[in-house]
């Protein structure tokens, strides 16, 4: 059974890291959506441990708010947007991107990660896995309907390790136009995969959260990964 602990990465920033009985040696960079590092968040970190991986969970708002774990109902949707908002005004984009690094380098430096490291994150943790791909030395990266990748691609910000990206077919915060710019900008890339899910919407693989939740979406999603990060990290 994955053992559960609390990494202190910086003063005041802090990871929830799952390790593995038996860890691989490769490790899991996972970034949240944004409810936080809550249950949803946790269960795929318990999924990935399975997998043989650490997987560590930085506490992305950290420098607005400390802890957040939201419910995924109305409430809890609406005081993540106005976390994100918050944090967006507040938090300088060096200090985000210093952040993923800080994430990073705590990842490899822990006894049990002596492998490749993957950056893997959900909705706003998407953007985030994906930048921090961009900007650290990343192994592999999975980056679920995130809505500030094609922007960042368009800023120049492009990974060089094998990527994978999933969005859902009607989601109503990722334009279509903008899944397509993120495939013809990576259509040079023979190690990126893009994958949508027809008829799924926004965040389609939180089970936990009725108003999202796409299981047959997802039946086909979370394969995909698994087999990606096993292929990319025995590469």
């Given at each position: 059974?994955?053992?559960?602990?609390?990494?202190?990465?910086?003063?005041?920033?802090?990871?929830?890291?799952?390790?593995?009985?038996?860890?691989?040696?490769?490790?899991?960079?996972?970034?949240?959506?944004?409810?936080?590092?809550?249950?949803?968040?946790?269960?795929?970190?318990?999924?990935?441990?399975?997998?043989?991986?650490?997987?560590?969970?930085?506490?992305?708002?950290?420098?607005?708010?400390?802890?957040?774990?939201?419910?995924?109902?109305?409430?809890?949707?609406?005081?993540?947007?106005?976390?994100?908002?918050?944090?967006?005004?507040?938090?300088?984009?060096?200090?985000?991107?210093d952040?993923l690094?800080?994430?990073l380098?705590?990842?490899?430096?822990?006894?049990?990660?002596?492998?490749?490291?993957?950056?893997?994150?959900?909705?706003?943790?998407?953007?985030?896995?994906?930048?921090?791909?961009?900007?650290g030395?990343?192994?592999?990266?999975?980056?679920?309907?995130?809505?500030?990748?094609?922007?960042?691609?368009?800023?120049?910000?492009?990974?060089?390790?094998p990527?994978?990206?999933?969005?859902?077919?009607?989601?109503?915060?990722?334009?279509?136009?903008?899944?397509?710019?993120?495939?013809?900008?990576?259509?040079?890339?023979?190690?990126?995969?893009?994958?949508?899910?027809?008829?799924?919407?926004?965040?389609?693989?939180?089970?936990?959260?009725?108003?999202?939740?796409?299981?047959?979406?997802?039946?086909?999603?979370?394969?995909?990964?698994?087999?990606?990060?096993?292929?990319?990290?025995?590469?």
């Amino acid at each position: 059974m994955p053992t559960t602990r609390i990494e202190t990465i910086a003063p005041s920033y802090e990871a929830t890291v799952v390790v593995p009985d038996e860890p691989s040696g490769h490790g899991v960079l996972l970034y949240q959506e944004i409810f936080g590092v809550n249950d949803f968040l946790l269960a795929k970190a318990a999924a990935l441990a399975q997998e043989g991986y650490v997987v560590s969970c930085p506490d992305v708002f950290w420098r607005v708010q400390q802890g957040v774990t939201l419910p995924h109902d109305e409430a809890g949707l609406q005081e993540g947007f106005a976390l994100v908002q918050r944090w967006s005004a507040e938090v300088a984009d060096a200090d985000k991107v210093d952040d993923l690094r800080a994430a990073l380098a705590h990842l490899r430096g822990l006894p049990e990660v002596t492998g490749k490291v993957a950056s893997v994150g959900y909705c706003l943790g998407g953007t985030l896995a994906y930048r921090a791909a961009a900007n650290g030395d990343v192994d592999a990266c999975v980056s679920y309907y995130g809505s500030g990748v094609a922007d960042l691609l368009a800023a120049g910000e492009r990974p060089t390790c094998p990527t994978m990206f999933h969005f859902g077919g009607q989601d109503p915060f990722i334009p279509a136009e903008q899944v397509e710019a993120i495939r013809k900008g990576f259509a040079d890339r023979d190690d990126v995969e893009l994958h949508v899910q027809p008829g799924a919407g926004h965040a389609f693989e939180n089970h936990l959260s009725p108003q999202f939740s796409n299981p047959d979406a997802a039946a086909v999603s979370w394969p995909l990964t698994v087999e990606f990060l096993a292929e990319t990290f025995e590469t």
